[in-house]
């Protein structure tokens, strides 16, 4: 490629040219550029609405944590404070429960149904055995006695034997059974009266007999003794022994109302849960007093549920503190210096790597209210994990930072803007949301994670419904994050599972709210997405058909300079599909006058004969505006209106300037003796006037737009298509708008300079190819084949078998 030494009449023409540029008033945007002050005042605005957004009010007692989970960072107590140990008032009021023994009641069917079956006993002996007794021999007696005391097992099931029933008839008169009876009777009623517990009855085990004063017995006071089965029937002997029987008697009577002895104490369920209740009721709430300094939770270690309370607490603690003294606290001013640490990096960043971006106003603008609306969303998010609903259950705490829908910002500006700005951004945003969560590096890195999940899946992107499975594939991000921290905090499985499918929802969400805010950034910022460019290379668009039916060649022309463009975009790595949806439309301008064009002119007329250089000059320039014009008529995205804009720069229209200057030149004409009325006056001709009104190319793909629309041009002017003859044509038009000061305002380098020549040469052979010509001696033989087998005799056919050659067609 060789540059050419501009003569001293084109240094001048620039040079005035430059002059008129920078006296030029700077327009909003070159203003904030310029100014450090308005660059100051953005930073700092930003950092104190970051601080706003996330910081005031927020506590920076860390994530929230579930009992048994490895505590991930040391949390120290900033503020001395005081709460209400739920957990320790529920400890102590189960011990109080423990220490309230069950309550018990005395059965008095016991007794009643024995009592009973002893007046069975007295009533069978006097109606019946007695008078039966009587009438019989005494050798009988005993058979009689054995037959009524079987009966009356029978009867009763009370087990009394023969003998026993013996001595009773033999040795008391009626009126003697009748009291023993009686006094027996009351003997057992007392005896039964004071209880009788069962072995393993009462726990803890009584003692001696003396029951724990937690132990109630209706009937009974506190703290007397209760008796066992043995104690009872040691009870009973003694006092019958008592009687004025004999002993042979009395011990007929003891083995008979041995048998009513038999534990009276049972269990009272509703009474027992009252007097439990009633003590737990009067343990006084567990009050905890925490000082400042007091280390809440160390790292590596698994929390209990007095550290999970006592941050619960210090988080509400903080809150309330923040909101009294308006967020300011030795906390607040850390995390504010540390933000505007983060903003002034991130600047940095960018005047170092993003000179496009800075010199945007619209693209810092749109990256800082993204930036500001995705640490919304989560500080919503934070603010209902506070909600005392949810503070009441630690699995739902644990679950609604999974709710924060991190990965937006960096969806919606890589597809706005690109990667590179989405990083910062996600990187940004990860950062502020560990700072938020107790400068949690656990939540860093997952909320980075979900982020470059999400910009890696919309690279690229054509259609809106994969922007909801970029959206989801930062939720699965998340999930495997989530399932990989779960296992490794040793959380129950339900958590787990729970944090895994609201990951996976909130990814699924973050795509659709991205899919719905796109449309209207597009519309605000003036930004187009590579899925309205791709809806834009629609062909049936009514500009472009409009445009193939009005301006043919110019609509030709398009579609070869977007093959050109297209090309070259993807050799140095800008946008291929902003080149080619923009290319079909930068010249929809000449369809206010198509036939003023070269490509679209007819029968060989060209309507410029008729006009002077100025004019045509004009009626050229002009098809750049007619086309900003109608790009808004259709509502085009902003950038096609800035590729219409910038497609010729401020190059001269030479073949018009050229022109005026040859008229220039020539002498009056010789009639009437006076001069041309359309030629200009000597020193008439200004090079501005034939000089489109620009501006310059200030994107890769204007610039690449800017060469490809001249070159595409040129070519056809070609005599004869060589890779020579390509190259030379390509070098020129290349190293002309170079000297020309054309590229002044583009991010191009002279490396991406030369790969675009490079395509553009191939791309052009490839284009003007020839074609081999055929040959026309086929048809001229064919015909007078005809024209012979015309004239000559038919031939006789002969067998297929004896004929070699129709045995060949056969």
Known sequence: MVFKKKTKKEQTVEARRRRRDEGRPANVREAIDTNQWVATGLMLGLTLAIVLICFVGRSPAGPRVLQGQTARIRVTAEIPFTYVSQVQTNRLMEQRKLQVGPYYGINPGVYQNFSERIDQLETGIKTELLPELQELPAEDRKIAIDTFTQQFNQLTNLGVNGEDITLLVDRCTPEQLTRYLNEGKLILRDILREGIFQPNQLEPAVVDGEAPASYEIIGRSQGTRLQSEEDAVRLLRINLAGLDADTGLSRALFRIFRKGIKPNLDYDAQRTAERKQAA?????????????????????????????EALAAYRQALNKSERVILGFNATLAQQTVLTFILILASMIYIQVSMPEFRRSNRRILLTALVLLVNLILIRIVNFIGDLDFLSQSPTLQ????FLAPVAFGGIVISMLIGERAAV??????????????????????????ASLTGIHYCRDIRLRAKVVKAGAMTGLAIAICALFFGLLDDLDTRTVIQQFVVACLVGVLTGMLAIGVLPLLEHIFKFTTDITLLEMTDFNHPLLRKLQIDAPGTYHHSLM??????????????????????????????????EYFVENQQEGYNPHDDRNPTMSALIIKNHVKEGVDMAREAKLPAVFHDIIRQHHGTTLIKFFYSKALNQKQQPTLPL?????????????????????????????????????????????????????????????????????????????????????????????????????????????????????QQTQPPIPPRDAKSDPAKSAFV
């Open 424 to 449: 910062m951004i996600s990187l940004i945003i990860a950062t502020l949301f560990g700072m938020m969560e107790g400068n949690s590096l656990e939540v860093f890195l997952v909320a980075l994670v």
């Open 280 to 308: 737990a009721a009067k343990v006084r709430p567990v009050e905890v007093k925490v000082q400042s300094g007091d280390v809440l939770t160390e790292p590596g270690t698994r929390l209990t549920a007095e550290q999970v």
């Open 398 to 401: 644990a679950t609604v930072m």
């Open 672 to 788: 009437g003796g006076g001069t041309n009325p359309s030629i200009p006056e000597p020193g008439e001709i200004d090079e501005s006037s034939f000089r489109y009104d620009g501006p310059r190319p200030r994107s890769k793909e204007a610039t690449i737009i800017f060469f490809a629309d001249a070159i595409e041009a040129a070519s056809r002017s070609l005599k004869k298509v060589t890779p020579q003859n390509v190259e030379d044509l390509v070098d020129a038009i290349i190293s002309e708008r170079i000297e020309d000061g054309q590229l002044d305002e583009s991010p191009l380098t002279m490396q991406e300079i030369r790969r675009i020549r490079d395509s553009f040469v191939f791309t052009i052979l490839n284009m003007l190819h020839s074609r081999v010509e055929y040959p026309k001696m086929a048809k001229k033989e064919s015909s007078s084949r005809r024209d012979s």
């Open 561 to 594: 300079v977007a093959n050109l463009s297209e090309r070259a975009a993807l050799e140095i790595g800008a946008n291929p599909l902003l080149c080619r949806a923009t290319c079909l439309f930068h010249d929809v301008g000449k369809m206010a006058k198509p």
